[in-house]
């Protein structure tokens, strides 16, 4: 890497966000299409996908460009630290919104259903003492998912994850581009062998449990919440591989090296919402 430039760098203007935005428009226009039955909503939704794909390729290509160019300075270091501050913090708040809804079904909305007038008239003979519950109006029984399966197992693997993920950053600060790339692999290996639990998981509650989205209140809750954090599982995943090749091909510094650290902050942000996962929604 060449030595930093002196000067707060100003990209010169880009095309990419124009791809972004058309990637987007045709997203969403594919996606009414194909709720409405018209055949070509698939690959209108297909076709903004790859455009979507391609400019993250180039736009991100162009980024680390430039970082390895030498074109960032320390103040163009600390706001990328800031960006990447904000967008963790818009995560929290993603989550926070889907346990929130979680508490307020179990604590407040199905047990307030379940007693006085309201039962009387609206849900008569409806019993909301117990918990896990689909909630009134719902004939069909489920199964609710157990925590000391693969749940358990699931935890320890995220915390593994953390481990290696935090090994390979002591790798890179000690000049040590082995233990970076392997600790890298460990971490990648573990997120995908969660996704792959996960995935089980999901079709034993399908097929065996009978615990579907259409399972009222803690069908919904239960997939939005561990659906969502696998998603973002998968982009931490995506993102950690980036890294990897990155590293393989020796960039990052002991001193310059913020794309690793804004991946590892993100996986350790996943790490912490699967922890108040498996504690709100398979345990208590």
């Known amino acids: 890497m060449l ?14 966000p124009v791809f972004g935005s058309t990637a987007l428009f045709l997203m969403a226009i594919g996606g009414v299409l194909w709720m409405n039955g018209i055949g070509a909503g698939p690959w209108v939704v297909l076709a903004g996908m790859a455009i979507l794909v391609y400019m993250m390729f180039g736009w991100f290509g162009t980024v680390i460009r430039e970082s390895e160019g030498g074109s960032f300075n320390k103040q163009v270091d600390v706001s990328f630290r800031w960006g990447m501050s904000w967008f963790i913090f818009s995560e929290v708040m993603f989550f926070a919104a889907f346990f929130g809804a979680l508490f307020y079904m179990r ?47 699931n935890t320890m693997i995220l915390l593994s994850s953390g481990v290696t ?35 089980y998981e999901y079709i034993h509650a399908y097929h065996e449990l009978n615990l579907t989205l259409n399972m009222g209140a803690y069908g919904a809750t239960f997939f939005m919440l561990t659906g969502f954090h696998g998603f973002h599982v998968t982009i931490g995943t995506i993102m950690l591989m980036v890294i990897l090749a990155r590293s393989i091909r020796g960039h990052f510094t002991a001193d310059h090296h913020f794309a690793f650290e804004g991946v590892s902050w993100y996986w350790h942000f996943v790490d912490v919402v699967w922890l108040l996962l498996f504690i709100l929604v398979y345990w208590l």
């Open 3 to 16: 030595s930093q430039s002196t000067r707060y760098y100003l990209p010169e203007p880009s095309h990419w």
């Open 107 to 153: 604590v407040l909305a199905v047990p307030w259903l379940g007693s006085g007038d309201t039962m009387e008239q609206l849900w008569p003979g409806f019993s909301a003492h117990n918990w896990p519950i689909s909630g009134p109006g719902i004939e069909e029984t489920f199964t609710p998912m157990g925590a000391w399966g693969i749940p358990a197992i």
């Open 165 to 199: 993920v935090t090994w390979a950053h002591w790798g890179l600060k000690k000049n040590n581009r082995a233990q970076l790339i392997w600790g890298l692999v460990a971490t990648i290996a573990l997120g995908l062998l969660f996704l792959g639990l996960q995935a």
